[in-house]
T-cell receptor
Framework: GQQLNQSPQSMFIQEGEDVSMNCTSS?????WLWYKQDPGEGPVLLIA?????ELTSNGRLTAQFGITRKDSFLNISASIPSDVGIYFC????????????FGEGTQLTVNP | DGGITQSPKYLFRKEGQNVTLSCEQN?????MYWYRQDPGQGLRLIYY???????QKGDIAEGYSVSREKKESFPLTVTSAQKNPTAFYLC????????FGDGTRLSIL
């Protein structure tokens, strides 16, 4: 099946630092989503992007839908310890968003 | 997310046995999904159902089976034909966006 290339695979940062991660694909996507997963739980949606070039914020999180529709990035500003977790990008090539392809995840560790 | 219940949280089975994972939702969503997650990897789609009594194979359906007799329920059976069944299994529904349950961790002894 289709794969999204997500990087970096892992990040170790100090509290207060900014974080940036991204996803790329060789195919065009109509929707990009960013999820966070805590250990032993299901992913929780952080930000949804529906339009090329769209830049959306959710508190300290900002995500962008790339102009080419083949990439997206997520930034976290002023990281805090509870930001720890795995962040996944997901894309849909269907307008309904009914079938998602996931990236491999970025494991974020925040040192207090 | 609230509204999607996966049970049990942990499941142990002997090699060669079939095992069924439960997923129940009270969100009144038509579409439901099963994903498999392995350490250090993203979610891979096993099966999905867009309406009652209908379902389609995802990217890794071999060794799995599903049924969708009721809107609220989408059980996944991991059969003995699945070569490497130990993984974290996630159920999701679609209502504007995908909502996820808290997962079932399956271990084969």
């Amino acid at each position: 099946g289709q794969q999204l290339n997500q990087s970096p695979q892992s990040m170790f940062i100090q509290e207060g630092e900014d974080v940036s991660m991204n996803c790329t694909s060789s195919s065009i996507f109509n929707t990009w989503l960013w999820y966070k997963q805590d250990p032993g739980e299901g992913p929780v949606l952080l930000i949804a992007l529906y339009k090329a070039g769209e830049l959306t914020s959710n508190g300290r999180l900002t995500a962008q839908f790339g102009i080419t529709r083949k990439d997206s990035f997520l930034n976290i500003s002023a990281s805090i310890p509870s930001d720890v977790g795995i962040y996944f990008c997901a894309g849909s090539q269907e307008t309904s968003g009914s079938r998602l392809t996931f990236g491999e995840g970025t494991q974020l560790t925040v040192n207090p | 997310d609230g509204g999607i219940t996966q049970s049990p949280k942990y499941l142990f089975r002997k090699e060669g046995q079939n095992v069924t994972l439960s997923c129940e939702q009270n969100l009144n969503h038509d579409a439901m999904y099963w994903y498999r997650q392995d350490p250090g990897q993203g979610l891979r789609l096993i099966y999905y159902s867009q309406i009652v009594n209908d379902f389609q194979k995802g990217d890794i359906a071999e060794g799995y089976s599903v049924s969708r007799e009721k809107k609220e329920s989408f059980p996944l059976t991991v059969t003995s034909a699945q070569k490497n069944p130990t993984a974290f299994y996630l159920c999701a529904t679609l209502g504007g966006r995908q909502h996820f349950g808290d997962g079932t961790r399956l271990s084969i002894l």
